[in-house]
Structure formats: C-alpha cells, structure tokens
C-alpha cells in the first residue's frame, strides 16, 4: 500500500517537467499575472491547466461554463481541449482583465470558441436557464461568498452524467481544523458539506492547485 506524501512546490514542479507542454499563449498568460500583484493568486495552477484541458478531451465535451475568468488562463485550457465546433461562455464582471483574457484567446486562435459576457454571474446564468442552456461542463472559480448559489443554478443546467468543477476548495489547507472559522474558511468548508451531502451529484476532491471538486451529475 501507498503512502501519500506532501505535495511540494518540487514536485509540483516534477510534475509540471512530465506532463504535456503548456501552449505558448498559457505561458505567456502566466508570465503576465507574476507582475499583477497580490491578485495573480486568482490564476489557477499549472497542474490545474492540464486537468482542466484533459478532462475536456477526456468527456468529449462539446458545450462549457465558467463562472470566473480573471486573465483567462483557465478558460483557454479548456478551450484547447474542445473540438473546433465546441462553445465556451466565460461569465465574469471585471471589464479590464476579460480585455486582456480577450487578447490572449486572439493570439491562441481561440476566440470562435470563447463567448465572454460582464455582468454578475447570478444574472447570466438566469438567463442562460430561461434558455433552457445545457452544458457538458461548469468551472467555478469565483467570489466564494455565491459557491452555493452558483452550485445549485448550475445543477440544473449540466447534463446528466456531466461534470461540475470547483477551485479553492482546500482553502490553503485552512479547511482542516473545526476550530478555524474565519469568515470565507467557513464559507469554503460550509460548501463543501453541503455538496458532500448533495444527493444529485456524486464527488470527489482533487488535491490539485488549491483543491477542485469534482462532481458529476446523477
């Protein structure tokens, strides 16, 4: 039997060295966020931009939502892992980083792909449900005090058999301990109780980037 060990910023980077190579755009959206300042901590993982465009290629997943988009690196590692007829709507409120996330799906020849829309995401998604929208995929990785409104929005609208994914659900490893209940801690671990408990899905955390939950839909 195995031993889990301590994931490092070494084997992260082991890690990184031994999976497919990032695309150059994905790179270079990286390099851009190291001179962002305290936000750039929004951008998710390298570890977490092969999952999400393997899982992508994997479910064979054709239509995504994501609530969240920052400087658009994980929407483009999904977008890469979609076939040329794949749609993605990228939802967030931030005007300036979705132009610069807007500049980059250019330069990766991604934008027939991506549909970005500024407005608060709980407006959007009512809209896309008086649509009738149905999605192979939803990533969220947003304002956490709305993870349980945009968890049971989006239940509705993934189809069976298909795939909800959370970021920073480990919290910096904050969700440990019953003692701590700091405000957005609280917020994190609440939510996870509440989809461990969610009979319409089955899940699982990844202890990938700052952890995702992976559901899928019963």
């Known amino acids: 039997m195995g031993t889990n060990i301590n994931i490092t910023s070494e084997i992260e980077k082991y890690i990184e060295d031994f999976s497919h190579n990032l695309h150059p755009v994905q790179k270079e959206i990286i390099s851009y ?24 290629k994997i479910s064979k997943s054709k239509r995504i939502l994501e609530i969240g988009t920052f400087t658009g690196l994980s929407t483009l ?25 807007k500049e980059f799906f250019y330069k990766a020849n991604q934008s027939k792909k991506i549909k970005t829309i500024i407005k608060p995401a709980l407006e959007t ?10 999605f192979d995929i939803v990533f969220i990785d947003s304002d956490k005090e709305n993870y349980k409104n945009y968890y049971d929005n989006v239940v509705e609208m993934v189809k069976v058999g298909g795939l909800i994914i959370i970021d920073n659900v480990l919290w910096h490893g904050e969700v440990i301990g019953a003692c701590n209940n700091e405000k957005f801690t609280k917020i994190i671990k609440d939510f996870n ?26």
């Open 33 to 56: 966020n190291r001179n962002l300042g305290d936000i750039k901590k929004m951008q998710i993982s390298v570890s977490q931009c092969h999952f999400l465009k393997l899982i992508t």
């Open 77 to 101: 590692s999904m977008s890469l892992g979609l076939p040329e007829d794949g749609i993605l709507i990228a939802l967030d409120k931030n005007l300036d980083t979705n132009k610069k996330a």
């Open 125 to 134: 998604l009512k809209e896309l449900k008086n649509d009738n929208s149905i």
């Open 193 to 218: 109780t509440y989809v461990k408990n969610d009979k319409r899905t089955e899940q699982t955390i990844i202890p990938l980037g700052d952890g995702l939950t992976v559901c899928r839909k019963i």
